[in-house]
């Protein structure tokens, strides 16, 4: 008898019958579910095997083959390989994506170098007509100098091929300077002897007059003007003017400068004060301050948000000093995002402002303002407000203010196409209107005093007359003249038969009184050239020719 045979007899010998039997079967089962799982697990092992993927790996100019279970994916193909990537290279397909059988995976090396050269920006030349110089004659204003730009260039390479290159930053070293040359082309207009000095913006450039229209000479040659402001000091030894910023204009519109008339010194000095639009002026009476408001510069029409607000420079010493804030910024009243403007009276005791729904004055010691007469604000319908026009008389005690007026008809107030030119008497406090209908830029202006044949001090009011009086905005004008209490109104320049005067940034401009013939000149602007009208006799003179011209002022 075998073991087993003998195990068995043991068994039986031992159990009972019954439980011989349960214990049998129970050990039947376990070792059958082991063969089982035995079974299950060399199948699984032999399955794996067989679902194995092969890849192609390329990278750095070798292809390796890879063997990976099915759901690994190229990052891990990648690791097997032994391949690390920079942050710059490339992986197609992406490091992600799983396997596929025979897939092909490339990676790209990219780097990156970046090289800085020195490049010369060569300067620009810039040529001014002269009227006083004979044809073809030429002067060197200016000599030109090459400025200096630092650039840094971003070169890439594709497995050591240069694939493209792109400028990554500039640096300006040195700024070009740019050849001005005066040319010549001479005047056909007679020379005429002005009193004082006339200055006047052609081209982007400021130019001076001193006693005769013959002799003119350039005060700034940047090019870069913009306009908005252009006014001599009282005593004509200063030009205030503006110049358009180099920064984007939603973020700087222009920059606020000063420069001597005399030429000494000869640059231009910067006041430190940017965005200026609607006002800045010499404030009559000191030696010197210059009152001035500002904007915001913002990138939707009209290309501002006003502040409303007004400061006082000190210049007594020729440079900046310090600044007293008169107004802070405010959003007072109707538009105010288009702005206010101010005007000083000539003994320099009162500032008017003005703004689209009112003038009236400015108290500079309690910081408020002081209405004299409320108006009813355009609505224009557009992406501008209209403001009134303000000049102050000679004695400094009557504003002429332009004043909307009521409509006729079914029409609304503030569609009224009716405007007319008011006095403003801070003696009684009365505003009498002298021109009922003059048009929306009557631009009033305001002559030095004279005597008349009492021996009283009175003088000549000059303004604007619409040709189109209800159609102002788009109308063409004339140049009237009449006395202070309205009187003896009649127009002037330009002769009947004759295109009318542009409004748009149109300035009068009154010269120092003549005392040798009695006679007042006014200074205009007529199809972009300069003209004198002497507003005595009504004889006119054209002082320009180049059709640029688009400021003046005479003090």
């Not at 008898?1 to 050990?27: C, I, R, V, W």
């Not at 040359?181 to 002005?194: E, N, R, Y």
Request: proline share 6%; glycine share 8%; charged share 10%.
């Amino acid at each position: 008898m075998d073991y087993t045979s003998n195990l068995m007899s043991k068994f039986q010998a031992t159990e009972s019958p019954k439980s011989q039997n349960s214990l049998f079967h129970g050990a039947f089962w376990t070792v059958f579910l082991i063969i089982i799982t035995l079974a299950f697990l060399s199948a699984c092992a032999a399955q794996v095997q067989q679902t194995n993927l092969t890849a192609n790996v390329t990278a750095d100019g070798v292809t390796r083959p890879v063997s990976l279970s099915t759901g690994s994916t190229v990052q891990q193909a990648l690791s097997v390989s032994k391949i690390s990537l920079s942050s710059t290279d490339r992986v197609d397909p992406p490091i992600y994506t799983p396997l596929t059988a025979g897939m092909a995976i490339v990676v790209t090396r990219v780097r990156e170098v970046f090289e800085t050269q020195q490049v010369v920006v060569p300067f620009e030349r810039q040529e001014l007509r002269n009227e006083s110089l004979p044809s073809g004659e030429t002067r060197l204003i200016q000599a030109g100098q090459n400025g200096l730009d630092e650039i840094t260039i971003r070169h890439v390479f594709e497995n050591n091929v240069d694939t493209g290159s792109s400028v990554v930053s500039e640096n300006l070293l040195q700024q070009a300077v740019p050849e001005i040359v005066m040319i010549g082309v001479q005047s056909p207009f007679a020379p005429l002897s002005i009193p004082g000095k006339l200055v006047y913006l052609s081209g982007g450039n400021a130019w001076i007059m001193d006693g005769s229209t013959s002799l003119r000479q350039p005060l700034v040659t940047s090019g870069d003007l913009d306009g908005y402001i252009f006014s001599l000091s009282p005593d004509g030894a200063w030009l205030l003017f503006t110049r358009k910023s180099t920064l984007p204009l939603d973020q700087q519109i222009n920059t606020l400068w000063a420069i001597s008339t005399s030429g000494q010194p000869a640059a231009p000095v910067n006041l430190g004060v940017a965005n200026v639009v609607h006002f800045a002026d010499w404030q009559p009476g000191t030696q010197y301050k210059i009152a001035y408001s500002t904007v915001e510069p913002h990138a939707a029409a009209p290309g501002w948000d006003a502040n409303n607000d007004l400061h006082i420079l000190d210049f007594a010493n020729g440079k900046p000093g310090q600044i007293q804030d008169v107004l802070d910024t405010n959003y007072g009243g109707v538009y105010p995002w288009w702005g206010s403007s101010y005007a000083w009276s000539p003994d320099g005791q009162n500032l008017a402002y003005s703004r689209p729904d009112g003038v009236g004055l400015v108290d500079i010691t309690n910081a408020a303002l002081t209405p004299l007469l409320n108006i009813t604000a355009l609505n224009t319908h557009g992406d501008w407000a209209w403001t009134p026009g303000l000049a102050w008389g000679s004695d400094s005690r009557t504003l002429f203010a332009v004043t909307h007026s009521a409509p006729t008809g079914l029409i609304a107030p503030e569609e009224s196409p009716n405007f007319a030119l008011n006095a403003i008497s801070l003696s009684n406090n009365t505003s009498t209107t002298l021109v009922p209908q003059t048009g929306m830029f009557a631009y009033p202006a305001v002559s030095s005093p004279r005597t008349d044949k009492s021996g009283a001090s009175t003088y000549l009011v000059a303004y604007l007359q619409a040709i189109f009086p209800t159609a102002s905005a788009t109308s063409s004008y004339r140049l009237m003249v009449m006395n202070s209490d309205g009187t003896n109104q009649h127009s002037l320049f330009p002769a009947e038969g004759q295109p009318g005067i542009a409004p748009l940034t149109q300035t009068l401009a009154w010269a120092p009184r003549m005392l040798d013939n009695g006679g007042d000149y006014i200074g205009v602007i007529y199809e972009g050239n300069l003209w004198i009208v002497d507003a005595t006799s009504g004889q006119s003179q054209q002082v320009t020719g180049d059709g640029l011209t688009t400021n003046i002022d005479w003090k």
